[in-house]
């Protein structure tokens, strides 16, 4: 199975960028769905972007044109590029695995996101 280790989350003030990181221990470009999901404090865990393999990325309305999605096959890692960020996109991120050729669905262990004045 694959293991996912994530990187790059903090604080930042409104308006600023973080970049999160996803090394996966297997190739990332064998791997069909990946995706990163946000989960507010007593809230659900939610999809924020996702990228199938050989389809387009897609993204949650409250991310477009803020958010970019992207594999990096040579690194084995996942990205999630945020731009102009804002109060409501503090939550805790999650790197999602799932689809061929693993038997279940894998999570990373979480990284938190702040965003504040």
């Known amino acids: 199975q694959v293991q996912l280790s994530e990187a790059g989350g903090g604080s930042v003030q409104p308006g600023g960028s973080l970049t999160l990181s996803c090394v996966t221990s297997l190739p990332i470009d064998t791997i069909y769905y990946m995706a990163w999901y946000r989960q507010r404090p007593g809230a659900q865990r939610f999809l924020v972007a996702a990228s199938p393999k050989g389809s387009k990325s897609v993204y949650v309305t409250s991310v477009e044109g803020r958010f970019t999605i992207s594999r990096d096959n040579a690194k084995n890692t996942l990205y999630l590029q945020m731009n102009d960020l804002k109060p409501e996109d503090t939550a805790v991120y999650f790197c999602?695995?799932?689809?061929?050729?693993?038997?279940?669905?894998?999570w990373g262990q979480g990284i938190q996101v702040t965003v504040s004045a």
């Open positions: 999602n695995a799932d689809g061929a050729p693993l038997d279940k669905n894998t």
